[in-house]
């Protein structure tokens, strides 16, 4: 199947893709604001750069969208028909990357919790897991 797209046109919306600052990073922000954490975004220093980090908890939260991070749910297993060699390496290499920045984090005594995508869908089942992972990692 060929792109609908000309190469400038796609790199074009491919740009609009972001990596930081997405709607379920900020969905899930917004409910440790509610619960009353306090989290720093982002960190550079720690392997994987998690989206959000308690480091009085010593917890990091990665939000990952399930298409590029290949979670087993409906949406993370669609694999496009275009170019489909392609989205499975890419896929493959996003899990790859994933397993050794848990990895390295474990290692260097962080626990990791992982909210998908999929699991915005119950706002108050995304709040209670929130609310126990903060009661089981008191500082």
Same mark, same amino acid.
């Given at each position: ?80 028909? !275009?170019?489909?060699?392609?989205? #499975?390496?890419? *896929? ?5 990357? /994933?397993? %050794?920045? $848990?990895? +390295?984090? !474990?290692?260097?005594?962080?626990? #990791?919790?992982? *909210? ?5 869908? /119950?706002? %108050?089942? $995304?709040? +209670? ?11």
């Amino acid at each position: 199947m060929i792109d609908v797209y000309d190469a400038t046109t796609r790199s074009a919306v491919m740009r609009q893709v972001k990596s930081r600052d997405t709607t379920p990073e900020r969905r899930v922000r917004q409910a440790f604001t509610r619960l009353g954490a306090r989290y720093r975004l982002n960190r550079k220093d720690l392997p994987g750069s998690p989206d959000i980090v308690m480091p009085g908890r010593r917890l990091a939260v990665f939000v990952h969208g399930c298409f590029w991070h290949g979670h087993d749910c409906a949406r993370g297993g669609r694999i496009p028909k !275009a170019n489909r060699d392609y989205w #499975v390496g890419k *896929v493959g290499r996003n899990r790859a990357r /994933d397993q %050794a920045a $848990l990895a +390295a984090l !474990a290692d260097k005594g962080w626990r #990791v919790e992982t *909210v998908w995508e999929c699991e915005l869908k /119950d706002a %108050a089942g $995304l709040e +209670a897991r929130l609310a126990d992972l903060l009661r089981t990692t008191a500082p």
